[in-house]
């Protein structure tokens, strides 16, 4: 069900529930978004028609093909902000004998 089920959730709560509802409400968006690569890709490959509702092994396969998708995505967003990270450090790095700014060497 997903975090979008926390929307329904929080109108059979009542009032007190709106923070739930939002959270259920940018579930949806996060499905909406990270929902399209699975199902574009599947129908290009065949394994599913667009003009029927997706249901049974097909949502299988359009989950495998996201996950597929998103973790090479997000493995390579990962990967630039770790070069970023390393590169930096690399940069400040210094000797441990070096003398820092503002002080005298020969003291």
């Known amino acids: 069900m997903g975090t979008y089920g926390l929307y329904w959730l929080a109108g059979d709560i ?5 923070p739930l509802a939002f959270v ?3 579930g949806l ?3 909406m978004f990270h929902g ?3 199902f574009y890709l599947a ?3 065949g394994l599913t028609t667009p003009e029927t509702a ?3 092994i097909h949502i299988v396969y359009i989950e495998s093909l996201n996950a597929a998708f ?4 997000y493995g390579l967003i990962g990967c630039a902000l770790d070069f970023l990270i390393q590169r930096r450090r690399i940069r400040n790095w210094k000797l441990p004998n070096e003398p820092t700014e ?4 020969g003291s």
Do not use: Q
Request: proline letters at 4%; a neutral charge.
């Open 54 to 56: 997706v249901h049974g």
């Open 29 to 31: 968006a996060s499905a």
């Open 43 to 45: 129908t290009s490959l």
């Open 70 to 73: 998103w973790a090479i995505v």
């Open 36 to 38: 399209w690569p699975g």
């Open 14 to 18: 009542g009032l007190m529930a709106l």
């Open 102 to 105: 503002g002080t005298a060497s």
């Open 24 to 26: 259920g409400i940018l």
